[in-house]
């Protein structure tokens, strides 16, 4: 069987690395050869440089290909790896159990079928938290995720989750890696999705997203509006969803979320709007209200001579335990403000 068989010309300095980050070559000259393989095939052989040997080094290939093939639609051979099986002659050993040998197989480096392009309705809640894992090994487990998989007017797909936030938001962003058909593109997303859905977590898989542009290409970009605010709309939409099914539990995961929440309050009008239903309030008692719940609430009580409620709150109940109960005898009620974005929340609204 013929073949043919790829040697590069280039300087091998600057082609290694270049080819090994993704990007083009800039002069991509070759030398093509026919030669004769028992299977189907090409090879493509590179030079290393000298200067350049760490890419020849197995910890480093693999690092690159684990970040860039992760999830290439085909398999990624890298070496072997030896398993152990079943004597395929049967033999036993002197308990009747068959002796295992061992075999050198194919090490495939990738995951070609990821759970984001497959249909939600194939995947059970274990295949979305396995593959988080994938992901992100090592890290506490996910609140929630969000499925997204549209064909028209964009090609669009990926699975989003919600981490605990825990008030950390700069240390919880670029952690959505985008790809290109199944290529890995970035994980600095944030000219593409609004600023506050950066602190989610998961991939985006879209080819209708263009490459290597600017910012303000991107800004302008049709189809990366149109992703843009069917992402936030999606994501607006589970929130809406999971607050009107259970409310319960949904207040059960407001501690977690409520800075990925407040931070789309502040930075896009567009959440805000959407989010005004189902952004919660605190209180002292660990009671949950709306805004409009809450002045229901206290109007009663703590609406001053000039017909204006007044917000009692605390940015630590135990630090001052002894003045909310002080307030809560006189039968007012004080709000809980930990968080580093509530408050800015209630001075843009001129609420306090």
């Not at 209708?208 to 843009?228: A, G, T």
Request: net charge neutral; proline share 5%; hydrophobic share 35%.
């Amino acid at each position: 069987m013929v073949s043919r068989k790829f040697k590069f010309k280039h300087s091998p300095i600057k082609m290694a690395p270049k080819l090994f980050s993704g990007n083009l070559m800039e002069t991509p000259t070759f030398e093509l050869k026919e030669i004769k393989k028992k299977d189907r095939g090409t090879d493509i052989i590179l030079h290393i440089d000298k200067d350049s040997k760490e890419f020849l080094e197995e910890n480093r290939i693999s690092g690159i290909l684990n970040k860039y093939c992760k999830f290439l639609p085909v398999d990624i051979e890298f070496g072997t790896k030896t398993e152990s099986i079943d004597d395929p002659k049967g033999k036993k050993d002197k308990d009747g159990n068959v002796e295992k040998i061992s075999i050198d197989v194919p090490n495939i480096i990738n995951n070609p079928s990821p759970a984001w392009i497959k249909k939600p309705a194939d995947l059970e809640l274990d295949d979305y938290k396995s593959f988080y894992s994938e992901l992100y090994p090592f890290t506490e487990e996910p609140l929630f995720h969000i499925h997204l998989n549209v064909d028209y007017p964009f090609n669009l797909t990926g699975i989003l989750y919600f981490p605990k936030l825990k008030n950390q938001i700069e240390l919880q962003k670029n952690k959505i890696q985008l790809y290109s058909n199944q290529v890995f593109i970035t994980d600095s997303v944030e000219n593409i999705v609004p600023e506050f859905l950066t602190l989610l977590h998961g991939v985006i898989d879209s080819p209708d997203i263009p490459l290597n542009v600017s910012r303000s290409y991107l800004q302008s970009d049709s189809n990366v509006r149109k992703i843009s605010n069917h992402i936030t709309k999606k994501v607006a939409d589970k929130l809406s969803g999971m607050f009107k099914k259970d409310r319960k539990d949904f207040e059960s995961k407001w501690d977690d979320i409520n800075v990925f929440i407040q931070y789309g309050i502040l930075t896009d009008e567009k959440f805000h709007e959407k989010a005004k239903p189902f952004s919660l309030l605190k209180n002292a008692k660990d009671e949950y209200f709306t805004l409009e719940e809450y002045k229901e609430k206290v109007k009663a009580a703590q609406t001053d001579k000039n017909d204006k409620l007044v917000f009692l709150y605390s940015h630590d109940k135990e630090e001052h335990h002894s003045l909310i109960e002080s307030a809560h005898k006189k039968g007012y009620d004080v709000l809980i403000m930990d968080g580093p974005l509530l408050p800015i929340i209630f001075q843009k609204q001129n609420k306090i």
